[in-house]
């Protein structure tokens, strides 16, 4: 061949190459243009790619300002939701329905029926979609499914309600995706895309060591809300007399909450229904018009700074979102032993969470018939739910007496959130931290498991229960390890709604463990989680022992690779931007 030509001819393979190399670049269609994420093209644009630190932490302020309270108040209010139920029981609800055996168990359960149902069109409606006005629909309507609760007649009713409270008939219904006038016939989800939507959207906006303190920022509600609603339901009035027998005048005080309207057409179970749906539907509204979606569609960001909020991502291989299904994610996925060890974590660990929810109240017990109401006895002589019923106390005592659950539930997640975003030593060791928490709460169930029911018996039991919380940290650092570790928009909803699915098995199993006819020891029940919490310890310090060593692996063989080119280097660092799985991108790197 002529040199001439031959060199002619080797020009033009590489400017081929080049065009290909910065058309992916700028987002501009290719073959493989469903590789790209689609924040590739406001990175690529950015004429200026050195920000400063100063810029970085003025977009992370605003992120967080838009993010975090929104997501919190809807977190925290759909926790009140769901243990609505367990406030209803306390108030009559069982009595005036004629809940019988296992009807309450039940209608515990069939609660995670509907969400397991609508778990994975939520993913992938997620992925799909407007993440912001998809939770904000989903969370409208299951305000007015609360509200229906409040017509609730029989047990049928009742469990009828509580299917659709986790997932709803497939109808008709507008959301505004990339086509502000879209409309599609989907899936109205529920609670099953409320918190797997929070998640994404925290994973598409915050870096990996930022995102634990982040979920617990919004997750800590879940201790902290119900505090309020116990003085809503209970509701007291405040006593200005002071002195030795304060606490007596208080509790002789005239009663204005909802838990203390027994006559009349709307009860108050009823009306704890009605407050809630109200206050659901408006946080639906709020969440459709004010929660985003990912960094390239919002308005409040200006072109560079939505160039640093996704940098920041690229920083740690990560991408913002591809709205492309990917079957071979999918495939990689459900082969990957990581995969497996992070989902599981779900299914061991949220077994506790029944004693301090549901069962909260059935496991201190009722002080009298449910004849005595019948004739004009208030319904607080009855406890609130069916765990701090084995106890012995009024609802009124009971109710107080949920309140440190929470605080040392909220305190707990904080202490296990914290470290890993602000103390650099601490990043790598979420998993570790929250396996001490449950160890701690698997002391408490022992000691609830062998205290025996007896009066005299009840201070150390409540203390238990009290222990016990601190496991509701698990569902927090359980969803940080899942969104931190997966990397490729597909094997990220695979993961989430994998997850979910689990935590909706292991919900409808638990509450089936708790015979009616053990009450209130509930041996079966308590023994069935005691299990299930030791497994969770023990996969929990085994995943992150997994994740040390495959950065270890990969930070060794990193060193024996050549140097890259500029453009190489350029390229892997802009791998979370080609939607790569952290299987494939070997410079990823896991965060335990």
């Not at 303190?213 to 809503?232: H, M």
């Not at 203390?260 to 749906?277: E, K, Q």
Request: proline share 4%; with cysteine; glycine share 8%.
């Amino acid at each position: 061949m002529d040199p001439a030509a031959e060199k002619s001819s080797i020009a033009q393979e590489v400017e081929a190459v080049d065009h290909e190399i910065g058309a992916r670049k700028v987002g501009v269609a290719t073959p493989a243009a469903d590789d790209l994420d689609v924040g590739a093209s406001i990175v690529q644009a950015q004429e200026d790619t050195q920000y400063t630190e100063e810029e970085k932490s003025a977009v992370l302020r605003k992120i967080d300002w838009r993010i975090i309270p929104l997501a919190a108040w809807a977190c925290g209010l759909q926790f009140v939701d769901k243990s609505g139920l367990g406030a209803a029981a306390t108030y009559g609800l069982r009595e005036d329905l004629n809940l019988k055996g296992q009807e309450y168990s039940w209608c515990v359960s069939i609660f995670y029926f509907g969400y397991l149902a609508g778990s994975f069109i939520s993913g992938r409606g997620l992925q799909y979609f407007h993440a912001g006005k998809f939770i904000g629909c989903a969370y409208f309507i299951w305000g007015g499914t609360l509200l229906g609760c409040v017509g609730a007649q029989n047990y049928a009713t009742l469990l009828g309600l509580r299917f659709l409270l986790g997932y709803n008939a497939i109808s008709p219904c507008p959301f505004y995706s990339r086509k502000p006038a879209e409309i599609i016939n989907y899936a109205r989800v529920l609670e099953s895309s409320l918190v797997p939507g929070l998640l994404l959207i925290t994973t598409m906006w915050y870096r990996q060591q930022e995102q634990s303190l982040r979920f617990g920022l919004w997750t800590v509600t879940n201790g902290i809300l119900p505090v309020p609603f116990l003085v809503i339901y209970w509701g007291r009035a405040f006593d200005w007399n002071f002195g030795a027998k304060s606490v007596q005048r208080l509790m002789e005080t005239p009663s204005l909450g909802l838990g203390h309207v027994d006559s009349g057409p709307v009860v108050s179970w009823r009306l704890i229904f009605l407050l809630l749906g109200l206050l659901s539907c408006i946080t639906g509204i709020l969440l459709f018009f004010f929660m985003p979606d990912s960094p390239v569609s919002v308005k409040w960001l200006t072109e560079r700074e939505k160039a640093i909020a996704i940098k920041r991502l690229v920083d740690d291989q990560l991408g913002v979102k591809n709205t492309h299904f990917k079957w071979e994610q999918l495939k990689e996925t459900l082969l990957d032993y990581r995969f497996w060890m992070m989902v599981l974590q779900m299914f061991f660990s949220q077994a506790a969470g029944n004693v301090t929810t549901n069962f909260l109240g059935i496991i201190i017990k009722v002080t009298k018939k449910a004849s005595q109401i019948r004739n004009g006895a208030s319904r607080l002589t009855y406890g609130p739910s069916p765990s701090i019923q084995g106890f012995g106390y009024t609802a009124l005592k009971a109710q107080l007496y949920t309140a440190p659950n929470f605080a040392v539930q909220a305190v707990t997640q904080m202490i296990v959130s914290t470290p890993p975003t602000l103390l650099p030593r601490f990043r790598n060791f979420k998993q570790p931290l929250v396996a001490i928490a449950s160890v701690i709460a698997l002391i408490g169930m022992v000691i609830l498991y062998v205290t025996p029911a007896e009066t005299q018996y009840q201070g150390r039991r409540l203390a238990s229960v009290i222990i016990i919380s601190c496991s509701g940290a698990n569902y927090t650092v359980v969803m940080a390890v899942i969104g931190t570790n997966t990397a490729g928009f597909t094997r990220k909803q695979i993961s989430t709604s994998t997850a979910f699915f689990l935590y909706c098995v292991v919900n409808i199993i638990t509450p089936q463990t708790f015979l009616g006819s053990e009450s209130p020891r509930y041996h079966t029940g308590l023994a069935f989680i005691l299990s299930f919490l030791s497994i969770y310890i023990a996969l929990s310090f085994s995943t992150w022992l997994m994740m040390r060593l495959v950065n270890r692996a990969r930070d060794k063989k990193a060193l024996t690779n050549p140097a890259y080119t500029t453009g190489e280097a350029n390229l892997d660092e802009m791998s979370g931007l080609r939607d790569e799985t952290d299987l494939r991108n070997k410079h990823f790197r896991y965060s335990g």
